[in-house]
Structure formats: structure tokens, C-alpha cells
T-cell receptor, first 114, second 109 residues
């Protein structure tokens, strides 16, 4: 079956703009979580959605937001982009939420902010 | 929250050599996974191994939960094994997965 699909794969934005990233989980998976990966901070948890509800949020400013739709697809949005938002954004899906799930990752969306 | 350390940070091997990667964590866990990040950035599942030992081809992993560490063994390494290896554990306090800093492996032909 198809894996986790993230779009777009690459994008370039300028400071102050906003960006929306999309993630389609593996069929049947209801949990979607997002991670930011930078050379300096490594992989950091952004948020987790399960059944259209945000279950947990990492230590990121309010400019980072997300949502999940009834078909389990998820989007994350970053508003008022800053240079430091340049990163690889990874989405993971899991059958179950939280501790009970095994994570499966997409290929990521690589964002460059100029 | 839970702290995750990985060692060594960098490892260079000749093709055919064996290696052991280590993951230490600061609190008890009941969900631990190993991933390989390929040069294109995708994280590939290697093992879901909260305890015990598993093997998959040339790779095997062991988690000793009571002593708070996990080991990933790579035997007869190949150039395609190059990349960064991460362990991730579930933080029961923060209710999210925490990743270690990774081990960067380079396998030379």
C-alpha cells in the first residue's frame, strides 16, 4: 500500500510569507505527527493529530499551526516566516496515537526561507 | 523530559566491516524505534523494539529497557548503509517522541 505522502517536496519562500505543507498518511492510519529537522536542533516534535484533534504540541511559537481532516490528511501552516524556519519538515503517520504507535515517515518537505 | 543520547556521533567504516551503534535514554520507555535517514532525507523504519532483540537481514537490535539503552548492530556493511541513524523513544511525560542526535555512518567502498 502507498506510504506517507508529503507535498510539496521543495519550496522557497521569503521572510514574512506563509507556507502550507500537506501530509497524506498511510491508508488506515489515523494519527499524524509533524517534526522539524534542522542541523542545529535535530529532529523536534511539532504536533500530533488524531481523529481531527490536536493531541499534543511541541515547544514552538503560535506561528506554527496545523489541522487534520476527516480523511486523516493533515496540513501544517507557518505564518510570518523567519530565516530560522528553514528546515526539513517531516510528517509521520501511525495507526494509533501517542505511545502505542509505530511511526512511518514521508520523504519530507524542504523549506528554504530567504 | 526524557534525554536521548547516541554514540558515536560519527563513524567511518570500510565496506564489509561490522559496527555497533548505541542509544542511551534517561527514563523508562515502552516505545523505542530505530530509523535510517537516507541522503535524500527520508526516515526509514528499521526496528520497533521497546525490549528484547530483533534481527532483519544484516541488521539487528537489542533493547535492555531496565538499563535504559538500545544497540543497533550492522554486519557486513555496504555503501548503501551510509546515512544517519536515529533512535526515538516515547516520552511518557511529554507524550511525544524524542529523537536522539543521530549517528552519521559513512561506509567507504
Amino acid at each position: 500500500k502507498a506510504g506517507v505522502t508529503q507535498t510539496p517536496r521543495y519550496l522557497i519562500k521569503t521572510r514574512g510569507q506563509q507556507v502550507t505543507l500537506s501530509c497524506s498518511p498511510i491508508s488506515g492510519h489515523r494519527s499524524v505527527s509533524w517534526y522539524q529537522q534542522t542541523p542545529g536542533q535535530g529532529l523536534q516534535f511539532l504536533f500530533e493529530y488524531f481523529s481531527e484533534t490536536q493531541r499534543n504540541k511541541g515547544n514552538f511559537p503560535g506561528r506554527f499551526s496545523g489541522r487534520q481532516f476527516s480523511n486523516s490528511r493533515s496540513e501544517m501552516n507557518v505564518s510570518t516566516l523567519e530565516l530560522g524556519d528553514s528546515a526539513l519538515y517531516l510528517c509521520a503517520s501511525s495507526i494509533l496515537q501517542g505511545n502505542t504507535g509505530e511511526l512511518f515517515f514521508g520523504e519530507g518537505s524542504r523549506l528554504t526561507v530567504l | 523530559g526524557i534525554q536521548v543520547e547516541q554514540s558515536p556521533p560519527d563513524l567511518i567504516l570500510q565496506e564489509g566491516a561490522n559496527s555497533t551503534l548505541r542509544c542511551n535514554f534517561s527514563d523508562s520507555v515502552n516505545n523505542l524505534q530505530w530509523f535510517h535517514q537516507n541522503p535524500w532525507g527520508q526516515l526509514i523504519n528499521l526496528f520497533y523494539i521497546p525490549s528484547g532483540t530483533k534481527q532483519n537481514g544484516r541488521l539487528s537490535a537489542t533493547t535492555v529497557a531496565t538499563e535504559r539503552y538500545s544497540l543497533l548492530y550492522i554486519s557486513s556493511s555496504q555503501t548503501t548503509d551510509s546515512g544517519v541513524y536515529f533512535c526515538a523513544v516515547f516520552d511518557n511525560y511529554g507524550q511525544n517522541f524524542v529523537f536522539g542526535p543521530g549517528t552519521r555512518l559513512s561506509v567507504l567502498p
